[in-house]
């Protein structure tokens, strides 16, 4: 999949930029595409700034060996200028270029740059893209699922400048490669130094070894070999000689492997190359960790060039998820109880971002249930989320064979008759409302209706907010709940949520004791969750592990409960 680039350093390193002076990587070979805002937004005097400032800048750029293009996004997208080595040709689509007018889909500008790259690049360049926008995104999130694929996948550098009083600086520092190399600027004047400074920026994690891995057999069942595909770019003045070592030293999950370099790599050229990592014996999901060191070593094995990590992604390691099929039932079906703003839609949105990434591109939290943290009920109704039916045009993960049903926060008002019961029985349709009316026609035409095993709750996740511990009235409440649950053979989960808000001089193993004791839940069934925060959230490697966790143990009970069934 995807891994965040590592970079080494190493001595007596020559200062890195964008700029093309007079040191060793004048050299270098570079592929600028110049993303432009074209969009109504923009008045016809600033449009025509940006022009001047992009014709400055490629003049800059520009000395015959790099190649240069230019793409103009708004509600369509245009590529104003083909990658070229000519300036002459950039000049002349800069000057003859007409505003698009319109909205502003930069996510169809990343796509037409990924296309230019992939298809127009003469030989190993460093690629780059720079951003000009005075404005947001139409589509925020995917845009930023774009940028991700250029910057991870296309290992390409991604420099965003916003400018004028309309821009979100925080997005346009997520779109970047780093906070470092996104900005925002009030005036056009302003944008030439400015750049120049984002390019600055880069200087120290630009100087040394940059290793990129990818995995390509991805999804990887936990215990599967796993086929990393690696490139690493020599940013040094030095060459790194043929029959040098890479090598993987191993960690908690992985043991170790290698590589022998076959060829000299001068600076700034790419290698690539393959390893094959086995994982350690007996080894589970709670193993696998989210850093995986390397050394380059000299061909005597006994002098160390360089050392750094490569970062994994615990979703890439989702294919015992993808691929668990349920006994005697088409689909698993899992409960969420708890009580009210909890964060079961949270968690929800926890497992979906966990999946989507375990086959897409894509660095971002995922948010397809709506969440909240407000005292009044987010779920307001029975909410079945059919897994394979949300991703029914994609090859794996329309094959997923469990659902997730999202309940109606329970609290001293709520579950005050038997609805806790018919959900679980699998009385309760999707959509089911938790009123005074809809609560009596259920209850009277339901009581004395059998399910069938594949409408039934297979597997439950109790989610209680750190914060409700004090309430001795609802606690007591979910304890009851919790036993009729295991009166009706299922083995509830219990995932105690929002732990960042737990004060820091509390110990977390106390906690989770005492929170099996308030509701008579086994030490074995508790567990803890943090949920994402912020408008446009970094997926984070701990909260996609616990959250594998807490599905696999699910998944694991439902077929205990399903062979429980055919004893009966």
Known sequence: M??????????????????????????????????????????????????SVVLGLAKRFSNGKNQLAVIQFSSTVQVQCNATTNFDHVEHALSSMQQLSGSTRMDRGFDEAKILFETQELGPSRRIVIILTDG??????????????????????VICLGVGAFVNEKVVKTLASSEDMGACVSKWDEVKDTIERLTGSKRSAKDGIRVSATILNRPVAIGQPVQFQLQLRNSTSNTIPKKSIFRFVGNEYFDFGRHVIAEDIEEDEKYKFTIELEPLDNRTIKDLEETLPYELLDSTKKHQL???????????????????????????????????????????NCIHTLLEGSVET???????????????????????????????????LSKLRYVLWDTFGLTNETYNNNEFTMFIEGKLPHEYEMTDEGQTSHRNSSRTVLTSPDKKIHSIIFVVAQGDRGDNQLMQKLKEMFKLAMK?????????????????EEDLEKLKANLAQQIGAPRHSIFTSENYHGETPKRRFDIDKNTYVILETALTRGVQYLKSLRNK
């Open 306 to 348: 360089f050392k750094g990590a490569v970062n994994i992604w615990a979703s890439d390691f989702c294919g015992d998820l993808i691929t668990f099929k349920p006994i005697d039932v088409p689909l698993l079906n899992i409960g969420l109880f708890g009580t009210m703003g909890s964060g079961k839609s949270s968690f929800f």
């Open 136 to 157: 947001i995104p139409d589509d925020e999130a995917m845009a930023i699922r774009k940028s991700d694929y250029l910057k991870i996948v296309l290992d390409a550098d």
């Open 2 to 51: 995807r891994f965040p680039d590592s970079t080494s350093s190493a001595p007596q390193q020559a200062s890195r930029t964008l700029d093309d002076g007079s040191d060793h990587l004048a050299k270098a070979k570079k592929f600028i595409i110049f993303l432009l805002d074209g969009s109504s937004s923009l008045s016809a005097d600033d449009f025509s700034r940006q022009r």
């Open 362 to 396: 894509n660095n971002q939290f995922s948010t397809p249930a709506i969440a909240g943290n407000t005292g009044d009920h987010v779920t307001t109704k029975m909410c079945r989320y059919n897994l394979p039916e949300m991703w029914k045009d994609h090859e794996q």
């Open 488 to 504: 009706h053979s299922l083995q509830p989960l219990v995932v105690l949520s929002k732990i960042d808000e737990v004060p820091a």
